[in-house]
């Protein structure tokens, strides 16, 4: 399973855009890039999830470079209620995620 | 998206009792179910790995007698922790994979065991 490394944590304040960067060196050939949010007593929700290049949704837009060794969620015009638990995890379709510690935004008014 | 129910959402129990969890695929069917523990303010922890019909695989360190895992339909799989004691509160977590699909997860159940 490909590890992967985040910031731990990343501030930010309402409206901006904040962009998280993902490492994953050892991406294999099938691995798929999805994020995920987690709020406080809450399961991880989905956020986008891609191969390479860019996929955009309306929440976020992901970003994968051409050699895939890592990744970058940005989310527009951040409010306080994005301040959450974003985990980067790599791996292809059946497989189990294995958690990093994730990257805690914090997003200030 | 896909939703997973998880059921309940929280549970206090006395030390030495069983706890039931239910994790159900709503509008798909689960090929694996995965459950995960976590502890405030850390990540998740994967426990175990269920297919459909089949054995749970349990990560190491995970005692399969003392959380059992039933994988009896495709739709629904049962984490029972057993004689919980208070090291065993914490967040439990489902996960379900289709066919193809990402993994959608449950909404988490609070275990306390007092």
């Known amino acids: 399973l490909a590890k992967t490394t985040q910031p731990i944590s990343m501030d930010s304040y309402e409206g901006q855009e904040v962009n998280i960067t993902c490492s994953h060196n050892?991406?294999?050939?099938?691995?798929?890039i999805t994020w995920y949010q987690q709020f406080p007593s809450q399961g991880p929700r989905f956020i986008i999830q891609?191969?390479?290049t860019k996929v955009t949704n309306e929440v976020a837009s992901l970003f994968i470079p051409a050699d895939r060794k890592s990744s970058t969620l940005s989310l527009p015009r951040v409010s306080l209620s994005d301040t959450a638990v974003y985990y980067c995890?790599?791996?292809?379709?059946?497989?189990?995620?294995?958690f990093g510690p994730g990257t805690r935004l914090s997003v200030l008014p | 998206g896909a939703v997973v129910s998880q059921h309940p959402s929280w549970v206090i129990c006395k030390s030495g009792t069983s706890v039931k969890i239910e994790c159900r695929s709503l509008d798909f069917q689960a090929t694996t179910m995965f459950w995960y523990r976590q502890f405030p303010k850390q990540s998740l922890m994967l426990m175990a790995t269920s297919n459909e019909g089949s054995k749970a695989t349990y990560e190491q360190g995970v005692e399969k007698d003392k959380f059992l895992i039933n994988h009896a339909s495709l739709t629904l799989s049962t984490l029972t922790v057993t004689s919980a004691h208070p090291e065993d509160s914490s967040f439990y977590i489902c996960?379900?994979?289709?066919?193809?699909?990402?993994?959608?997860f449950g909404q988490g159940t609070r275990l306390t065991v007092v």
């Open positions: 995890l790599v791996g292809s379709y059946g497989q189990n995620f294995v």
């Open positions: 996960s379900a994979i289709g066919v193809n699909t990402e993994a959608f």
């Open positions: 891609g191969y390479k």
């Open positions: 050892n991406i294999a050939t099938n691995d798929y």
